[in-house]
């Protein structure tokens, strides 16, 4: 086996640490360990954000083409942005057991939208992008009340369906460089929170960065319209 091939299997096997993460992740609801679960589940989204990089920068599509590495990709991100928070919202009692029926929506909204061929564009995710893990750990922290917590699932099920484009922060070039570096400081806040998500600090330190979110959605909605002002692309044939 070559340097490349090694390399290229490298990658894949990086992007796959996601999922003994995942089981990191559920032995920490099944313990009770609110921290340990957010924790592990900040590094995957870190093992997420990066692997795609390594991926491009040493070109697998052309040195494995019989791996399909979106398709894990696919995988261990339903596992950790979709599963992992809908299971959590049961286990840390987010919702009231006569709630939990409202589970189901972001379940069924998010295996629809990863069965979209046009979820993820060149420089646009499509729909609400299941950031159930984010949103999961901002009402946790904040002590979100069920009532919150419950129109938080149906709205944000709901904007699945709606063809928004949302910034893809690693591909969209609008702002590319802010993105990017006030994501760095928003993930190391993540971090941060999820060390001790009960303390007076990281409530603290989650309201502040509730403006990198913000800041999100008012990027998300200008590349929308400079994509819907893109003249169609030509027609094969």
Known sequence: MDTRTLAAWGVHLYTAMGLPLALGCLDALASGDAARFFFLGASACLVDATDGFFA????????????DGRKLDDIVDFIHFVLLPVVAIAALDLLPERGLWM???PLLASAYGFCQDRAKTDDSFVGFPSYWNILVLY???LDASPVTVGGALLVLSGFVFVPIHYVYPSRTKFMMPVTIGLGVVWTAAMFWISLDPHSVT?????????LYPAYYLVIS?????EVMERPPEPTPG
């Open 202 to 210: 990281s409530e603290q330190i989650a309201r502040w960065s509730l």
């Open 56 to 67: 491009r920068r040493l070109e697998v599509k052309k040195v494995l083409p019989q791996f």
């Open 103 to 105: 589970l189901v929506a």
């Open 221 to 225: 909605a200008i590349h929308h319209v």
């Open 139 to 141: 009402l946790y922290v």
